[in-house]
Each structure stands twice: as structure tokens, then as C-alpha cells.
């Protein structure tokens, strides 16, 4: 496989090469010249480096899990990055910033200028052109396999989505930085004609990269009920469905007591209001009476006279604890440009977003009764901050209808999956418009499940 995709990159090289000099101004040469070096081979090319999102999408949708075959495709990324001529650099990184992250500008369909849709791609697919412009400046492949290690390092506008590490989340390999240099390394001595001979016992070396640890992941002893909802933003945002909204939560939570669970957990905004209100303290006393029978975890806001707060509540023994979101997603809930800047993008949007990312917080821990989990909310599960200090157990609420239909928890789930592998923790995530359920640092097939779960 590794020889037809070397035929390839060579072929799109020598085709520039044997057409004449003379013809270049040719209209129909010109024409066929950006069709195939500024579209066509570009566009190929990242849509193979970004294969192992896409192959996931099979396993996210119908729990279908191919280790081998995801192994294999996240190493032809690894060769395409090391291979591909520089002259295409540019636009394979335009390319790989829409294919990874097009649904970025999903969430301003729900805002009054809904063609900001359009600007968020292009804008995003700029960024990653720049950035890989400069990772594949030389065709020098030891210059790549320092650039390709290091990339997933570098944060576009506060967004740290891009971890090319990542693409190895649901393969046989290891998931530490380590494994992933002696891979790229592998990758480059078969890359470099000169290293030939030593092919064979490159690929030999891949062996210390593959992740033998077959032991099962810990789950805690207590029941709990992750529940998944399907509720569309539009009707979130109507406040004449507040009542069916609130009604449906409570019968969420009255099917998890009369199936003796012991933790209920709901999607993040799953009351889509101010719920520390005083004209919301009715449903704050039904939560409270539930609680005596059941831990609650429940995403929704909060207000004090600092601001306004996304946040998870526990309800238990009938009262609660908060923990509010504390990393911000860029250009979804802050933005990370000047605030004269950022003030009149709220006023065209009609969305008023922080300036700024709350970065000096520490992450929350939880009570839920016998089990102590880090919070974490939708964007925060993705990011490496939010898993300082090891924690064993974090239970994640996100609101992914901003971004249906998308690949947006197909990437999600990756980076999750790569992050639970790297710090051995264990993420219960319910989720609204997607799907809920557990990933652990187990290459299993067990890292999701459907529904709730119970020991």
C-alpha cells in the first residue's frame, strides 16, 4: 500500500515536470495546472490523512471496531505527512482544516447572521493552511517526522483540536508521545531511499510501539444511569417548551429510581435556563425530593454577580453543589482576539462571548456519594487541562445539537478515547443530540456503550 501511495505522490510530482515550459500560459494548461496542484492532489491527499476520522464514524454509528485496520490507515497519514511534496502544502492544509473541523461554524445557524457558517470554514481552513504551510516548509523528511511530532502542540486561536497523535486513539498502538515519535520515526527511515536496508527492522521496531496492556478498566460499584436525549437547539431555545423540557428531565430521572440506580446523569444544559432563579425554585424542591433517592447530575445554567455560567449541578441528600465550566471553547463560548475586536463580533453575531478563557482555574471534583469524578463540560473533556492530576473517573455532559449533523462526536470521541488512554481515566459522558455512554483507556471494544450502565 505503502509503494502505490509513493507511485502516486511521484506521479502528481513528474506530470509538472515533463509538460512544457513553453505551454504554461496555455489557457487549458493553466486551467488543468490549479484543477490538479491547487484542488484535486491536495484534496486526495488530506482526505487520506484524515481517513482515520472518518473510518470512525463506522465505529461511533454502529459499533463496529477495526484496531488493525484503523492501525493501518493512521500509519499511510503518518506517511502522507512525511511524503507530500511542499509544493502542495498549502492547500492540503486548507483542506485538512475543513475535513477536521468544518463543523466549527455549525453553532452560527442558531445566531442572527447564520452565514457566519461560511466564514467559519473558510477562516478555519486558512488557519491550518498557514500552520501546515510551515510544517512542511522543506521536503526534508527528518524536518517532517520534528514537525509532524510537535504540530499537535501548536494552538490555533486557543483551539487545540488538531493532535495528530489522536488519529492512533482506537489502534493497536500506544497512545504516549513516545510511541508516537518511534512511529514517525518508522515511518521515515522507510520514507528515506538512502535507509532502505534498514525497511525491514524499521518495521520490526513497530512492535515496541503496539500496546499489550489488555487489562480491563476499574468501574466503580455504584449503578449509574447515563441518559441520552435528542432534544433539537431550536426547541431549546423556545422557551414555550421549557415545561416539556422540564417534565421529560423528571421523568429521566423517576425511570433511573424505579430501576434502582444510584447516579442519574444528564446532558449538559439539560434545563436550558437559569436554574438558581427564584422563579425556578419549584423545580429546584422537585430536584431536591428526587435527590434523596438518587444522586443527580444535571447540566444547566447559573447566575451569581460575577456572570452568567454553564454548569453541572449534583443533587444529593436534598441539596446541591455546582462546578461550572471553567475551559471555555474558542469562538463558541470566548474569543480569543482583542476585545475591541471580539465586542463587535458579538454585536453583528448577536451572541455576547467572553473575551478571555478562564485559564488560572483548576478543574472541580464532584461528590456523587460513593464515587468522586472530575467535572468536565462538553469542549473541557477534550483538552488536556481538564485531566491534571490523573483523575480516575470524570463524568462529562455535552450539548452536541449545536453541531448536528457533523463529525463533530465522531473527533470528539477520538480525542476522548486518546485521552483516557494516556491518563487511565474512565469518562461516563452523557450527551444530548449524540450519543451517550463510557470510554476507557481499554483498546476493547469497550469503550462505549449504549444507554445506561450498571455493574
Not at 492540503?92 to 455549525?106: D, H, M, P
Not at 444544559?269 to 430536584?287: D, H, K, M, S, V
Not at 486518546?418 to 476493547?444: D, E, L, M
Amino acid at each position: 500500500m505503502f509503494k502505490k501511495i509513493i507511485l502516486f505522490l511521484k506521479k502528481c510530482e513528474g506530470n509538472e515536470q515533463d509538460s512544457p515550459k513553453q505551454h504554461i500560459f496555455n489557457t487549458k494548461n493553466k486551467i488543468n495546472y490549479i484543477l490538479k496542484n491547487w484542488l484535486l492532489v491536495p484534496f486526495i491527499l488530506a482526505f487520506i490523512f484524515s481517513f482515520p476520522i472518518y473510518i470512525n464514524i463506522l465505529t461511533y454509528g454502529k459499533g463496529v471496531y477495526f484496531p488493525y485496520i484503523n492501525s493501518i490507515f493512521a500509519l499511510i497519514s503518518v506517511f502522507v505527512f512525511i511524503n507530500i511534496d511542499k509544493k502542495f502544502r498549502f492547500m492540503f492544509g486548507f483542506f485538512v482544516g475543513i475535513l477536521w473541523f468544518y463543523w466549527t461554524g455549525l453553532s452560527f445557524r442558531f445566531t442572527n447572521n447564520p452565514y457566519f457558517v461560511y466564514v467559519a470554514i473558510i477562516g478555519v481552513g486558512i488557519g491550518y493552511a498557514i500552520l501546515l504551510w510551515f510544517a512542511l516548509l522543506f521536503n526534508n523528511k527528518i524536518f517532517r517526522a520534528i514537525t509532524l511530532s510537535l504540530v499537535g502542540y501548536v494552538v490555533i486561536f486557543g483551539f487545540d483540536w488538531f493532535v495528530p497523535d489522536a488519529m492512533f486513539a482506537f489502534s493497536i498502538f500506544k497512545v504516549d508521545k513516545i510511541s508516537f515519535v518511534i512511529i514517525v520515526t518508522i515511518i521515515t527511515i522507510i520514507s528515506i531511499k538512502q535507509l532502505r536496508f534498514f525497511r525491514f527492522f524499521a518495521i520490526l521496531l513497530l512492535i515496541f510501539a503496539v500496546d499489550f496492556n489488555t487489562k480491563e478498566a476499574s468501574l466503580p460499584q455504584a449503578k449509574i444511569d447515563i441518559t441520552q436525549t435528542n432534544i433539537s437547539q431550536n426547541i431549546k431555545w423556545n422557551t414555550e417548551s421549557f415545561n416539556r423540557i422540564v417534565e421529560y428531565n423528571i421523568k429521566l430521572i423517576q425511570n433511573a429510581i424505579n430501576n434502582k440506580y444510584d447516579i442519574v446523569v444528564l446532558p449538559e444544559t439539560a434545563f436550558p435556563f437559569l436554574l438558581n432563579t427564584p422563579e425556578n425554585t419549584y423545580i429546584l424542591e422537585r430536584l431536591f425530593d428526587l435527590s434523596h433517592h438518587i444522586v443527580i447530575i444535571v447540566g444547566a445554567q447559573r447566575y451569581d454577580d460575577f456572570g452568567y455560567y454553564n454548569t453541572t449541578y449534583v443533587f444529593r441528600d436534598g441539596i446541591y453543589e455546582f462546578a461550572d465550566k471553567v475551559f471555555l471553547a474558542p469562538f463558541g463560548e470566548y474569543m480569543p482576539i482583542p476585545i475591541f475586536l471580539a465586542d463587535a463580533f458579538s454585536k453583528i453575531s448577536g451572541i455576547a462571548y467572553a473575551t478571555f478563557d478562564i485559564t488560572t482555574v483548576k478543574p472541580k471534583n464532584i461528590n456523587a456519594g460513593s464515587v468522586v469524578f472530575r467535572n468536565a463540560i462538553c469542549y473541557e473533556a477534550t483538552t488536556r487541562k481538564i485531566y491534571e492530576d490523573n483523575p480516575k473517573y470524570i463524568v462529562l455532559i455535552s450539548n452536541n445539537a449545536w453541531f448536528k449533523p457533523s463529525i463533530e462526536p465522531v473527533l470528539q470521541m477520538m480525542l476522548i478515547k486518546y485521552y483516557a488512554r494516556i491518563y487511565k481515566t474512565i469518562v461516563f459522558h452523557s450527551a444530548n443530540g449524540t450519543k451517550s455512554g463510557i470510554i476507557t483507556p481499554n483498546t476493547s471494544l469497550k469503550f462505549y456503550v449504549k444507554g445506561a450502565y450498571s455493574k
